[in-house]
């Protein structure tokens, strides 16, 4: 019986790859602080430690870093949504997708993106593993949300469309900072306090 013969990666594409990884981490975590309009390349290069101009080996603009942040963000939801559990209801899964999403805005780890900026959009657009990410997840999302209609978890009255954009939202909650700065609650408590008002209302039960 023949093995099957592993490519080997040279060390060159090694150390491009750590570098890779080390730019879209601190890509990450600045966009996470100051967002994308306060963002620089040069802040970006210094957090790595390397010249703009190797960067832009990498990257060739602002606008691919932050489409590459964007696209890691998306790999690790569609992950986290792979590994739910199969016999959890419609429900549960968005409750949990819900909240894995405001744990990494309250981690920093959320990339924040202006809702209006032609350049970035155009980017993303044609980032096809951004795109191929958004719609997977959003088809995914979509469809437990009208299961949850169907069963009568979530109001069928509400446009499935409204319903996946308002939980979109949650990843750039303003609610989750200014509990978090409130300082009553720690991270968990403040996630279930938004998911509560944003799956249960805030009508008396």
Not at 88 to 107: H, I, Q, V, Y
Not at 138 to 162: C, T, V
């Given at each position: 019986?023949?093995?099957?013969?592993?490519?080997?990666v040279?060390?060159?594409?090694?150390?491009?790859?750590?570098?890779?990884?080390?730019?879209?981490?601190?890509?990450?975590?600045?966009?996470?602080?100051?967002?994308?309009?306060?963002?620089?390349?040069?802040?970006?290069?210094?957090?790595?430690?390397?010249?703009?101009?190797?960067?832009?080996?990498?990257?060739?603009?602002?606008?691919?870093?932050?489409?590459?942040?964007?696209?890691?963000?998306?790999?690790?939801?569609?992950d986290?949504?792979?590994?739910?559990?199969?016999?959890?209801?419609?429900?549960?899964?968005l409750?949990?997708?819900?909240?894995?999403?405001?744990?990494?805005?309250?981690?920093?780890?959320?990339?924040?993106?202006?809702?209006?900026?032609?350049t970035?959009?155009?980017?993303?657009?044609?980032?096809?593993?951004?795109?191929?990410?958004?719609?997977?997840?959003?088809?995914?999302?979509?469809?437990?949300?009208?299961?949850?209609?169907?069963?009568?978890?979530?109001?069928?009255?509400l446009?499935?469309?409204?319903?996946?954009?308002?939980?979109?939202?949650?990843?750039?909650?303003?609610?989750?900072?200014?509990?978090?700065?409130?300082?009553?609650?720690?991270?968990?408590?403040?996630?279930e306090?938004?998911?509560?008002?944003?799956?249960?209302?805030?009508?008396?039960?």
């Amino acid at each position: 019986m023949s093995s099957i013969a592993i490519p080997r990666v040279s060390f060159k594409a090694q150390m491009l790859k750590v570098r890779e990884d080390a730019i879209i981490e601190a890509v990450n975590r600045l966009l996470a602080e100051k967002g994308f309009d306060a963002m620089t390349v040069d802040e970006v290069a210094a957090n790595v430690g390397i010249a703009k101009a190797s960067l832009y080996k990498h990257f060739p603009s602002k606008e691919h870093l932050a489409a590459a942040a964007m696209v890691r963000v998306m790999r690790q939801a569609q992950d986290f949504c792979a590994a739910l559990a199969l016999d959890a209801s419609p429900l549960e899964k968005l409750r949990a997708a819900t909240r894995w999403t405001m744990g990494l805005k309250l981690a920093g780890q959320m990339p924040s993106l202006p809702s209006q900026n032609s350049t970035l959009r155009a980017t993303l657009i044609a980032n096809r593993d951004y795109m191929d990410g958004l719609i997977e997840v959003s088809d995914l999302l979509g469809g437990w949300i009208e299961a949850a209609q169907a069963d009568g978890s979530i109001s069928p009255k509400l446009p499935a469309i409204a319903v996946l954009y308002t939980l979109y939202a949650r990843a750039c909650d303003p609610v989750l900072e200014f509990l978090m700065m409130n300082g009553q609650y720690n991270n968990d408590e403040i996630v279930e306090l938004v998911l509560s008002t944003c799956f249960d209302g805030l009508n008396t039960r």
